[in-house]
């Protein structure tokens, strides 16, 4: 594949093959056919980076070819949503000339959402002044009205912000208005649209579940949110700190009366509810807790975490690594049965793809 391209005519096929092998890897799990939910083939991907290379008054987006190491000049780049795509360009020609905001720039990263919205960090090898930043607000100002853009300087141990460093992605889900703070350099999901497929296809397992919810590896609340109408009471956890503070804002953000978010790795989770302590401060006594959910990283579940889940009625796993939740299932599969099986491809035109498993656990 060309560097930065897409070639739709190929993507069904492409698909089909992930899929199969996919289907191939859970062979010996009894899997049922798995539910297919595909990507839009081009102008899926909120989220992009780029070097930054200059050529005398000329300069263009770079990326890498990831086999031959070679520079590849990007122009034209229809894996981006449009709302990045459309804005690449802008953004060159009103900083080509601009020495203040050219002089130096390394690289560019862009986040975008579903609903519109753009932050763009500009990144820089040399300090930044406050004239750096007069002359992003300037360029805001400029363009307030055509795009709903905010500017990040970045060098080394500086952040210089023009408004704030998060954009809200905003959506209905099945009726359900969501609202997610997204917060530059911390994880989001890439494809927005193949996104809301993975809630809807989780919320509809949730609907059929009672009782309470454990999430594992909760990141910015992006499921829990999504299904705490579901449940009584969630509770779900999350390692990384940045994440924890944007999940902690989006259930205020969203309204919900319900959740609970704390600061935990998965293995303290394990070890606690194992040996009967409580969660940080919370009290599991008076829970319900028949459900967990885990979208773990791609080293898949660790053991301890893999007998905490194994203790749940229903379980439901999004994966991003076929192999490791092949290697997880060889466990889970002893004492649940999968009940259904979906593949998400929020990866057009390469290897990776996301599944889902919902497990439910066999009666004795």
Known sequence: MSVGQVFPEQYSQQLEEKVASVQQQLSDFNAPAAEIFRSEPDHYRLR?????????????????????????????????????????????????????????????????????????????????????????????????????????????????MVSTDYVTEQFELDGQKLQYQQVEGSFTQPNGVVNRHMLSWAKKIAQQLSGDLLELYCGNGNFSIALAPCFNQVVATEISRTSIKSAQYNVALNKVDNLQVLQMPAEDVAAALQQGTKLK???????????VLVDPPRAGLD?????????????????????????????????????????????????????????????S
């Open 281 to 291: 401060l919370l009290d599991l006594t008076d829970m319900q807790l028949n459900t």
């Open 48 to 160: 992009a980076e780029f070097r930054i290379w200059h050529n005398g008054d000329d300069i263009y987006h770079a990326m890498f070819d990831s086999q031959t190491r070679d520079k590849v000049r990007i122009d034209h780049f229809p894996v981006a949503c449009r709302t990045i795509a459309d804005f690449m360009p802008v953004l060159l020609a009103n900083i080509q000339f601009n020495h203040e905001l050219r002089y130096k720039l390394y690289q560019v990263d862009y986040l975008a959402t579903l609903s519109g919205e753009l932050l763009v960090s500009l990144i820089y090898k040399r300090p930044l002044t406050n004239s750096w930043l007069e002359q992003a607000k300037q360029l805001t100002d400029k363009l307030v009205g055509q795009y709903n853009v905010k500017f990040i300087g970045r060098s080394r141990k500086q952040k210089l």
């Open 303 to 363: 053991s301890g975490t893999e007998q905490l889940v194994s203790r749940f009625n229903d379980i439901i796993y999004i994966s991003c690594n076929p192999q490791t939740l092949a290697q997880n299932l060889q466990t889970l599969t002893k004492t649940h049965d999968i009940v259904q099986l979906a593949v998400f491809d929020q990866f057009p035109y390469t290897h990776h793809i996301e599944s889902g498993v919902w497990l439910r656990k066999r009666q």
